[in-house]
């Protein structure tokens, strides 16, 4: 069984030079190394996404909810990040 699939992907020029400049430079041994370790990249940064959003976010949202006067205005919070200049 196969565990990898050929695929043709077209890059801009920039991207594809930036590529090639990897290989080029020993960091990768060919260009689709250099494509999985973006696409790598890609999914951690939106696992560390989902997890701020599912940790933090949500509780946070929920607090608001159950008790809306912890709420600042936009007035309130310019005027607290000011102070805390």
């Given at each position: 069984m196969r565990t990898t699939r050929q695929m043709s992907v077209t890059l801009p020029l920039?991207?594809?030079?930036?590529?090639?400049a990897r290989v080029?430079?020993?960091d990768y041994a060919s260009e689709s190394e250099v494509i999985r370790?973006?696409?790598r990249s890609l999914a951690a940064r939106?696992?560390?996404?989902e997890s701020w959003l599912r940790d933090?976010?949500?509780p946070a949202y929920d607090r608001l909810a159950a008790d809306p006067s912890t709420?600042?205005?936009?007035?309130?919070?310019r005027a607290?990040?000011?102070r805390a200049d």
């Amino acid at each position: 069984m196969r565990t990898t699939r050929q695929m043709s992907v077209t890059l801009p020029l920039e991207m594809a030079d930036m590529v090639r400049a990897r290989v080029e430079s020993g960091d990768y041994a060919s260009e689709s190394e250099v494509i999985r370790e973006g696409l790598r990249s890609l999914a951690a940064r939106e696992r560390a996404v989902e997890s701020w959003l599912r940790d933090q976010v949500v509780p946070a949202y929920d607090r608001l909810a159950a008790d809306p006067s912890t709420s600042m205005s936009p007035d309130q919070v310019r005027a607290h990040v000011t102070r805390a200049d």
